[in-house]
């Protein structure tokens, strides 16, 4: 792989409908940034509007703390195989990484000296789980969701963010054949309102969200009206509160075809109906709720945003990108092959 040299650049257009969730037009300004890295970055979480990290192949990881003006890139030891297709951090200095893969491929490591060492917590042990995503509550608790095996779904439970355990195989309901999760963004199970755990499944006839209220032991299933079959379904979840948010995805294997790929949901992702398309091709691997309102959507066929909850969407840009997450209007990273990162801020309109 060679290495890509970022220019640094502005890209600003305006954008002039007006409607629910972010009212008034807004002007996006994109910023490329240096990584220090060449690895395809597919993890990412923005802490703050200065701490981020982001983690991809070959067992990298990135992390700034002061907005991406600086990037510091390592590789964890003994990892340098491993995809690290998720990443959570509570802090500059904590973080932790989900690598994916069958068998023992499947990981999670934990820093808290900002990357000077880690701790490998997790190693799976089950032939053919696949593990595809995590997410924390505020707590320390958190989740992983696996591809199904047998029938059944391995997730994977921490009260700590230590000790992990694989809870019994009847915790979620009955998977489809073939169903299972995409590992492309790390945001095929999110935590929303820090109780309600919501996870998009596909590759099967009928993509599904998951989805658990109030931390008890009760799983419901959601059919969601995207195409289904293998290698589609849903890539993604955002929401902007607790009833109103987003699945994306579709079909990876078709890249150049514009795709009906986005549902909606107001009442917290028990029913969901189809909306509009990003509008770039391909599928869309990665979204995010800006705080404000304001939806991104990111894909190996561009980006775009929405300010009405994916009824109408702008373009944003045209270069491939894996995954997106914000910490403000001002504060939004996208990052994808190459070591790729971008800072976008989204401004009000003069």
Not at 63 to 81: I, L, N
Not at 94 to 109: C, H, M, N, P, V
């Amino acid at each position: 792989m060679f290495r890509f040299h970022f220019p640094l650049f502005l890209l600003v257009f305006a954008c002039a409908g007006c409607g629910s969730p972010a009212e008034g037009p807004v002007v996006p300004v994109l910023q490329m940034q240096e990584s220090g890295t060449d690895a395809l970055l597919i993890g990412l979480h923005a802490v703050s509007d200065r701490i981020v990290w982001a983690a991809g192949t070959g067992g990298s990881y990135a992390w700034t703390d002061d907005g991406g003006v600086t990037w510091h890139a390592g590789t964890v030891p003994g990892a340098d195989s491993l995809q690290f297709r998720d990443v959570h951090a509570m802090s500059l200095d904590t973080a932790w990484l989900l690598s994916i893969g069958s068998g023992e491929d499947s990981r999670i490591y934990r820093t808290v000296d900002r990357g000077a060492s880690w701790e490998m917590l997790f190693r799976n042990e089950i032939d053919e789980a696949f593990f595809d995503c995590f997410d924390f509550r505020e707590d320390g608790s958190a989740f992983a969701f696996s591809d199904a095996v047998d029938g059944r779904f391995p997730l994977l439970h921490t009260e700590d963010g230590d000790v992990w355990r694989v809870l019994p195989p009847e915790t979620l309901p009955s998977a489809q054949p073939g169903e299972g999760g995409f590992a492309a963004s790390g945001t095929c199970l999110i935590v929303l309102d820090d109780q309600t755990v919501l996870i998009g499944t596909g590759n099967a006839a009928t993509p599904r969200v998951l989805r658990n209220e109030h931390r008890d032991s009760t799983w419901t299933s959601s059919d969601v009206p995207l195409p289904g079959g293998e290698a589609a379904g849903v890539t993604t979840l955002a929401f902007r509160d607790a009833q109103h948010g987003v699945v994306l995805g579709g079909d990876i294997t078709a890249p150049g075809t514009i795709q009906q790929n986005t549902a909606v949901t107001e009442d917290g992702g028990v029913s969901w109906r189809l909306a509009s398309s990003p509008g770039f091709p391909g599928a869309v691997y990665g979204a995010a709720y800006v705080p404000g309102g304001i939806l991104v959507a990111a894909g190996p066929g561009g980006a775009a945003f929405s300010r009405d909850d994916a009824q109408t969407w702008s373009p944003l840009d045209s270069l491939t990108w894996w995954s997106v997450d914000a910490a403000a209007p001002d504060a939004v990273w996208m990052v994808g092959p190459e070591g790729r990162i971008a800072r976008i801020s989204f401004r009000s309109a003069p």
